[in-house]
T-cell receptor, first 116, second 115 residues
């Protein structure tokens, strides 16, 4: 149980284009999902908290107009990187909070984004 | 504000040796504590968690951790390390931010295992 998938696992896009990353909880319903960014050899940086049916809560310093988050169902959240630039290249990871838990999260395998 | 410190950035142990990864937290109330492992090319996996009760918790893959309130610590241990344990290990504490509950992360400890 507690399986979270992400798609795609890798994506290369040209500067100025937009990229959508999907995060799905496969065997449980998640009212809350999270989007992280991980830099090489660095810890996880929380970008935003996604709540089903409502607007995402972004962490300080994260541009909400650049990183669009939609959590339209209890099993799907999407992150769209708009007008991507090379500095947006990174490893993006999503997680879903276990429904009966305050904090317990289960993670997707991550998406490697490269902007050329 | 809540914070998590993992004092060791990188640790190398020999296969079969014992392991202890340190984690210190800053939190006013009883913390919800977690250890996750990130193996190369894989997603983060929950190793174990502490919410309340017995301060020595058992996890997957033979790992255990002990919550010590007096030391604000939640160190991860394994009696005999296997080569497959080479990975990045993250300690995290649950935190409330308004209406949102999130995890505060340590910077991670990279574990290398010598044959």
């Amino acid at each position: 149980g507690a399986v979270v998938s992400q798609h795609p696992s890798r994506v290369i896009c040209k500067s100025g284009t937009s990229v959508k990353i999907e995060c799905r909880s496969l065997d449980f319903q998640a009212t809350t999902m999270f989007w992280y960014r991980q830099f090489p050899k660095k810890s996880l940086m929380l970008m935003a908290t996604s709540n089903e049916g409502s607007k995402a809560t972004y962490e300080q310093g994260v541009e909400k107009d650049k990183f669009l988050i939609n959590h339209a169902s209890l099993t799907l959240s999407t992150l769209t990187v708009t007008s991507a630039h090379p500095e947006d290249s990174s490893f993006y990871i999503c997680s879903a909070r276990w429904p009966s838990s305050y904090y317990e999260q289960y993670f997707g395998p991550g998406t490697r984004l490269t902007v050329t | 504000a809540q914070s998590v410190t993992q004092p060791d950035i990188h640790i190398t142990v020999s296969e079969g040796a014992s392991l202890e990864l340190r984690c210190n937290y800053s939190y006013g109330a009883t913390p919800y504590l977690f250890w996750y492992v990130q193996s190369p090319g894989q997603g983060l996996q929950l190793l174990l968690k502490y919410f309340s009760g017995d301060t020595l918790v058992q996890g997957i893959k033979g790992f255990e951790a002990e919550f010590k309130r007096s030391q604000s610590s939640f160190n991860l241990r394994k009696p005999s390390v296997h080569w497959s344990d080479a990975a990045e290990y993250f300690c995290a504490v649950g935190a409330d931010a308004g209406n949102n509950r999130k995890l505060i992360w340590g910077l991670g400890t990279s574990l290398a295992v010598n044959p």
